[in-house]
């Protein structure tokens, strides 16, 4: 089965302890990427990978670090986590056309 | 900023009426999608349409795509309490290596 998984689902954390929220994907996609959802704000990208050790910036990056050393697996960074990082985020892959597929999300507490 | 922008932010209706929700954007686009999220769990593809036609129909689902005007509709015919969610337009924009999500209608069908 086609499928994105996240881990972990759920994080309460406090200020400043570094974290790794993983993603893998079983589609052979290349283009992965990472979204946080906030109310009133929609869904914004944070990172984007068109392959294999190619990343680039979306449209909020700061605070976040992704890495790409591997076709399936994307991790997301939070090296100094902040309250303002408290969010919903989804993983992503996509198709040539860009259809997205997305992970269940992880709902991020940051005390 | 926000490509897509979708209205009615929030849209209730009863069960059997249809639901039509609408969607701008700004640049030349290569497609739009529309992605369907039940509350707190990860965007689900419906339908993509492309920059070349004008009417997609998919089951329950017909999307129009007005280039000019730069604005897409959903229509969900024969509403069902299932389809309570949120809908996002997606836009595919040209030269760009992202899509750029809107902030989503919330769609509640009464019993």
């Known amino acids: 089965e086609a499928q994105v998984t996240q881990n972990p689902r759920y994080l309460i954390t406090v200020t400043g302890k570094k974290l790794t929220v993983t993603c893998s994907q079983n589609m052979n996609h290349e283009y992965m990427s990472w979204y946080r959802q906030d109310p009133g704000l929609g869904l914004r990208q944070i990172y984007y990978s068109m392959n294999v050790e190619v990343t680039d910036k979306g449209d909020v990056p700061e605070g976040y670090k992704v890495s790409r050393k591997e076709k399936r697996n994307f991790p997301l960074i939070l090296e100094s986590p902040s309250p303002n990082q408290t969010s919903l985020y989804f993983c992503?892959?996509?198709?040539?056309?860009?259809?997205?597929?997305f992970g269940p999300g992880t709902r991020l507490t940051v005390l | 900023s926000q490509q897509g922008e979708e209205d009615p932010q929030a849209l209730s209706i009863q069960e059997g009426e249809n639901a039509t929700m609408n969607c701008s954007y700004k640049t030349s686009i290569n497609n739009l999608q529309w992605y369907r999220q039940n509350s707190g769990r990860g965007l689900v593809h419906l339908i993509l349409i492309r920059s070349n036609e004008r009417e997609k129909h998919s089951g329950r689902l017909r999307v129009t795509l007005d280039t000019s005007k730069k604005s897409s509709s959903l229509l969900i015919t024969a509403s069902r309490a299932a389809d309570t969610a949120s809908y996002f337009c997606?836009?595919?924009?040209?030269?760009?290596?992202?899509?750029?999500f809107g902030q989503g209608t919330r769609l509640t069908i009464n019993p």
């Open positions: 997606a836009t595919d924009p040209q030269g760009a290596q992202k899509l750029v």
């Open positions: 992503a892959t996509t198709t040539g056309l860009k259809e997205q597929f």
